[in-house]
């Protein structure tokens, strides 16, 4: 079943809106939260309102809650430096799917980052039933800003795989990431699979020379590049140089 999850699109600056950008803004922000509380507004901390209209010559933005009440967002008054915007992404929901929570929700238990599989799709009811890395069941709503913070779970940095393992293990190794490429990193990943590793990388030799001169935690990472990544063949090339 498709729907439209959020992502985090950064904090808005206190800036005049470009009329020139005034729709591709409106299209862009999928839901509106708020830092703080603001009483005489009639606006609560993290709750969600989407982007009815804009007025550039004002600065102001018309944003609805969930509950259909309208707030006069005026960027130059208040809550510019307390606000976070969210954009719509299509995702596709299926049972089987690994999914990922993308924002932290205190009422509903839920943290960033955590996990769960689709059990069951309503796509009449628009909802979907989840089993928790928990092992709790929980229904989300799927056309409600506050369900829609999820994202499919089958991709990982190095960092957030610490301390999980798969069976099968695909690596995206870039020789150019000087920030993304050591022996730690480089390390951690090969040693969350269980059976296979595969890499794919723009160059295996500059690969190879990168993990050497970049420092890590773990030295062993350097003798497993050969394991990991076999002699390209020229039938099993997946795109312009991949291995």
Same mark, same amino acid.
């Given at each position: 079943?498709?729907?439209?999850?959020?992502?985090?699109?950064?904090?808005?600056?206190?800036?005049?809106?470009?009329?020139?950008?005034?729709?591709?803004?409106?299209?862009?922000?999928?839901?509106?939260?708020?830092?703080?509380?603001?009483?005489?507004?009639?606006?609560?901390?993290?709750?969600?309102?989407?982007?009815?209209?804009? $007025?550039?010559?004002?600065?102001? !933005?018309?944003?609805?809650?969930? *509950?259909?009440?309208? +707030? #006069?967002? @005026?960027? &130059?008054?208040?809550?510019?430096?307390?606000?976070?915007?969210?954009?719509?992404?299509?995702?596709?929901?299926?049972?089987?799917?690994?999914?990922?929570?993308?924002?932290? $929700?205190?009422?509903?238990?839920? !943290?960033?980052?955590?996990?769960? *599989?689709?059990?069951? +799709? #309503?796509? @009449?009811? &628009?909802?979907?039933?989840?089993?928790?890395?928990?092992?709790?069941?929980?229904?989300?709503?799927?056309?409600?800003?506050?369900?829609?913070?999820?994202?499919?779970?089958?991709?990982?940095?190095?960092?957030?795989?610490?301390?999980?393992?798969?069976?099968?293990?695909?690596?995206?190794?870039?020789? &150019?990431?000087?920030?993304?490429?050591?022996?730690?990193?480089?390390?951690?990943?090969?040693?969350?699979?269980?059976?296979?590793?595969?890499?794919?990388?723009?160059?295996?030799?500059?690969?190879?020379?990168?993990?050497?001169?970049?420092?890590?935690?773990?030295?062993?990472?350097?003798?497993?590049?050969?394991?990991?990544?076999?002699?390209?063949?020229?039938?099993?090339?997946?795109?312009?140089?991949?291995?």
């Amino acid at each position: 079943m498709a729907l439209e999850s959020c992502s985090a699109a950064g904090r808005r600056g206190n800036r005049r809106l470009n009329p020139t950008h005034r729709d591709n803004l409106a299209a862009a922000i999928g839901c509106v939260r708020f830092t703080r509380d603001y009483a005489d507004k009639g606006v609560s901390r993290g709750e969600a309102y989407r982007v009815k209209s804009i $007025d550039p010559a004002k600065s102001a !933005i018309t944003l609805r809650s969930e *509950e259909g009440r309208e +707030v #006069d967002w @005026r960027l &130059r008054q208040w809550g510019a430096g307390n606000a976070q915007a969210f954009a719509p992404q299509s995702l596709e929901l299926k049972v089987g799917d690994s999914i990922q929570f993308t924002r932290n $929700d205190r009422e509903a238990g839920r !943290i960033n980052g955590g996990r769960g *599989e689709v059990v069951a +799709v #309503d796509a @009449r009811a &628009r909802s979907a039933t989840i089993q928790t890395s928990r092992g709790k069941t929980e229904v989300l709503a799927l056309d409600s800003a506050r369900d829609q913070h999820i994202r499919h779970a089958y991709v990982d940095t190095a960092f957030a795989a610490q301390g999980r393992t798969a069976d099968h293990v695909l690596i995206h190794a870039d020789s &150019r990431a000087t920030n993304l490429v050591d022996q730690k990193s480089f390390y951690v990943g090969i040693s969350r699979a269980k059976e296979t590793v595969t890499v794919f990388t723009n160059d295996r030799g500059k690969l190879i020379s990168a993990i050497n001169e970049r420092a890590g935690q773990v030295q062993t990472a350097i003798s497993q590049v050969g394991k990991a990544m076999p002699t390209p063949v020229a039938s099993k090339v997946i795109g312009p140089g991949l291995g």
